[in-house]
């Protein structure tokens, strides 16, 4: 489980059955497959699950095949991230009382998750969220907008703009994303020192 | 107080900006004590004196430059210093109308609100603005309420509203932050907004301050002080902009910082709103040169002992790494001045 010293990043759950869920929406991607089977399998038998599963994967995890099998109800899987975010969007506009959430994949992914599950109200009390795989960020630039994806260096060049962006440990949940600024801004060409995200 | 304002000021390149000795008389200076670390330093704020506490928001010889500095950064950058969440605009109303009523109250030489049911006359002479509009109507003000007022309005202006137990982000006018980004700290929790403080949140600050924070009832404000420096008196220096003037910060030397450097303290009159629930978090800037604090011999000894012994967490936070030890340097020429 992902605990940092981060005070804006969400502290994420393990997945375990809401026991009043009247559907439990299971969705995740890549590496999240592992956790979403293993919730499967702890939901009472009989109850009503429907599954969507992501394939796009940073560290090539694919659990489509197990999860086709662990799935009793209806199953979707998508290539994209972005395909199964539309997807949600389309399902919880459909949805009714009783519907619960459950996100398992990268934090890139659950941030992206969450903010379709924001559109619709969904409250921590209905929404579980479990951070799985590698560390990856990603990054906002505070100069051009831009998002860039599966950051794993404290220092890298914006994929917008092009600057030499420091990450900062802020994260923003509207945003799905934590901060990146400028990181030669008082000399240019004076960096921190290169370093990897390991948290 | 007599409102002398100020009309040729500018907090850009090339710089024009200064304190008259009424100004600088009534700086609130923030330092009690000869170190400096957080608190829960809230206080009732009522009225008191005939400085910057005698007035619910306070407004002074800065006001007209100040507002044309904010024009400024939102023509240039559009959705970077104004954002509102949709579900704001009930606060929005509330905050217009506290902003109104104070300024009219308090300087009624300049501001005037006449009221006939919902239709509201206000005037602003230091703008010269005279505009009529229908209170609780968006459509019959030019733009959204909040940044109707707070364009008129010294300092910047941040809306929290209250739900499950803390308070959030909801709306911001923040053309003087400081290193901070209102769009990626919107919708953040009390704790989420403060996080990169350091020290604070293990002390337990934000902790009790927020409790204080939930229990404040309309009508009965308090108020803080905090403060940071900055080179150049250059009040938009946020996140967006850092490559601006972040080159400032190499320019300081023991010679030129008492030019140079500029403290920044901020009053945060922080009030209940009465419909919404709302609470606003004005952060009202005020700088000075160092050369013109130190001017008060008592001001220039404390400064000298606070900077020399500040917490290198905080020196670093702050934004100070780069020029701190020149600062000092020039401060220590005040270490023992006789008060």
Same mark, same amino acid.
């Given at each position: 489980?992902?605990?940092?010293?981060?005070?804006?990043?969400?502290?994420?759950?393990?997945?375990?059955?809401?026991?009043?869920?009247?559907?439990?929406?299971?969705?995740?991607?890549?590496?999240?497959?592992?956790?979403?089977?293993?919730?499967?399998?702890?939901?009472?038998?009989?109850?009503?699950?429907?599954?969507?599963?992501?394939?796009?994967?940073?560290?090539?995890?694919?659990?489509?095949?197990?999860?086709?099998?662990?799935?009793?109800?209806?199953?979707?899987?998508?290539?994209?991230?972005?395909?199964?975010?539309?997807?949600?969007?389309?399902?919880?506009?459909?949805?009714?009382?009783?519907?619960?959430?459950?996100?398992?994949?990268?934090?890139?992914?659950?941030?992206?998750?969450?903010?379709?599950?924001?559109?619709?109200?969904?409250?921590?009390?209905?929404?579980?969220?479990?951070?799985?795989?590698?560390?990856?960020?990603?990054?906002?630039?505070?100069?051009?907008?831009?998002?860039?994806?599966?950051?794993?260096?404290?220092?890298?060049?914006?994929?917008?703009?092009?600057?030499?962006?420091?990450?900062?440990?802020?994260?923003?949940?509207?945003?799905?994303?934590?901060?990146?600024?400028?990181?030669?801004?008082?000399?240019?060409?004076?960096?921190?020192?290169?370093?990897?995200?390991?948290? | 107080?007599?409102?002398?304002?100020?009309?040729? @000021?500018?907090?850009?390149?090339?710089?024009?900006?200064?304190?008259?000795?009424?100004?600088?008389?009534?700086?609130?200076?923030?330092?009690?004590?000869?170190?400096?670390?957080?608190?829960?330093?809230?206080?009732?704020?009522?009225?008191?004196?005939?400085?910057?506490?005698?007035?619910?928001?306070?407004?002074?010889?800065?006001?007209?430059?100040?507002?044309?500095?904010?024009?400024?950064?939102?023509?240039?950058?559009?959705?970077?210093?104004?954002?509102?969440?949709?579900?704001?605009?009930?606060?929005?109303?509330?905050?217009?109308?506290?902003?109104?009523?104070?300024?009219?109250?308090?300087?009624?030489?300049?501001? @005037?609100?006449?009221?006939?049911?919902?239709?509201?006359?206000?005037?602003?002479?230091?703008?010269?603005?005279?505009?009529?509009?229908?209170?609780?109507?968006?459509?019959?003000?030019?733009?959204?309420?909040?940044?109707?007022?707070?364009?008129?309005?010294?300092?910047?202006?941040?809306?929290?509203?209250?739900?499950?137990?803390?308070?959030?982000?909801?709306?911001?006018?923040?053309?003087?932050?400081?290193?901070?980004?209102?769009?990626?700290?919107?919708?953040?929790?009390?704790?989420?907004?403060?996080?990169?403080?350091?020290?604070?949140?293990?002390?337990?600050?934000?902790?009790?301050?927020?409790?204080?924070?939930?229990?404040?009832?309309?009508?009965?404000?308090?108020?803080?002080?905090?403060?940071?420096?900055?080179?150049?008196?250059?009040? @938009?220096?946020?996140?967006?902009?850092?490559?601006?003037?972040?080159?400032?910060?190499?320019?300081?030397?023991?010679?030129?910082?008492?030019?140079?450097?500029?403290?920044?303290? @901020?009053?945060?009159?922080?009030?209940?709103?009465?419909?919404?629930?709302?609470?606003?978090?004005?952060?009202?800037?005020?700088?000075?040169?160092?050369?013109?604090?130190?001017?008060?011999?008592?001001?220039?000894?404390?400064?000298?002992?606070?900077?020399?012994?500040?917490?290198?967490?905080?020196?670093?936070?702050?934004?100070?790494?780069?020029?701190?030890?020149?600062?000092?340097?020039?401060?220590?020429?005040?270490?023992?001045?006789?008060?």
């Amino acid at each position: 489980m992902l605990i940092t010293g981060i005070k804006s990043r969400p502290v994420y759950d393990r997945l375990t059955p809401f026991p009043e869920a009247l559907l439990h929406l299971v969705v995740g991607q890549g590496s999240g497959g592992t956790a979403m089977s293993r919730l499967i399998a702890e939901i009472a038998p009989g109850a009503d699950i429907e599954v969507m599963y992501s394939t796009e994967s940073f560290t090539g995890q694919n659990h489509l095949a197990a999860l086709k099998d662990a799935a009793p109800g209806r199953f979707d899987w998508f290539a994209s991230n972005a395909a199964l975010s539309q997807a949600l969007h389309d399902r919880l506009s459909q949805a009714f009382m009783g519907t619960r959430l459950y996100l398992a994949g990268s934090e890139s992914f659950i941030g992206l998750a969450m903010k379709v599950a924001r559109q619709f109200d969904l409250n921590a009390d209905e929404v579980l969220r479990e951070h799985c795989g590698s560390l990856v960020r990603r990054v906002w630039c505070v100069h051009c907008d831009t998002y860039s994806e599966n950051i794993t260096q404290r220092v890298f060049s914006c994929s917008g703009c092009g600057k030499p962006l420091v990450v900062r440990d802020h994260y923003s949940r509207l945003m799905g994303a934590f901060m990146g600024v400028q990181g030669d801004a008082e000399v240019p060409g004076e960096l921190p020192e290169a370093s990897e995200l390991d948290t | 107080m007599q409102l002398e304002v100020k009309t040729d @000021e500018s907090f850009r390149v090339p710089y024009r900006f200064s304190n008259s000795p009424e100004a600088l008389a009534r700086f609130p200076f923030p330092f009690p004590d000869d170190s400096y670390m957080y608190s829960v330093n809230l206080e009732p704020h009522v009225r008191t004196g005939s400085g910057v506490f005698a007035n619910a928001f306070d407004i002074d010889e800065h006001y007209v430059g100040e507002c044309a500095d904010r024009a400024r950064a939102l023509a240039e950058q559009p959705g970077v210093h104004y954002v509102s969440l949709p579900h704001m605009m009930q606060a929005q109303w509330d905050v217009l109308e506290l902003i109104m009523e104070s300024y009219a109250g308090d300087f009624p030489q300049v501001f @005037e609100l006449r009221k006939q049911g919902a239709q509201w006359n206000w005037v602003n002479r230091l703008l010269g603005i005279d505009d009529r509009f229908t209170f609780g109507d968006p459509a019959s003000l030019p733009m959204e309420p909040f940044e109707y007022i707070s364009r008129q309005a010294q300092g910047d202006w941040v809306l929290l509203e209250e739900r499950d137990q803390t308070l959030y982000i909801g709306a911001g006018m923040t053309t003087e932050r400081a290193d901070y980004s209102i769009r990626f700290d919107l919708g953040m929790s009390w704790h989420e907004f403060h996080g990169p403080v350091p020290l604070a949140h293990e002390l337990g600050v934000f902790d009790k301050a927020l409790k204080f924070m939930l229990r404040l009832r309309t009508n009965h404000p308090v108020r803080r002080l905090n403060w940071t420096t900055t080179v150049f008196p250059r009040l @938009e220096t946020s996140a967006e902009t850092l490559p601006d003037w972040g080159p400032n910060r190499t320019m300081v030397t023991p010679d030129n910082a008492g030019e140079t450097v500029h403290l920044r303290v @901020e009053l945060q009159p922080l009030h209940r709103l009465p419909r919404s629930n709302a609470i606003v978090f004005p952060i009202r800037t005020y700088l000075a040169p160092l050369g013109e604090l130190v001017t008060n011999p008592a001001w220039g000894r404390r400064l000298y002992r606070v900077m020399s012994s500040l917490h290198q967490e905080l020196v670093d936070y702050k934004g100070m790494t780069r020029y701190h030890a020149a600062m000092v340097q020039y401060l220590s020429r005040f270490a023992d001045a006789s008060s």
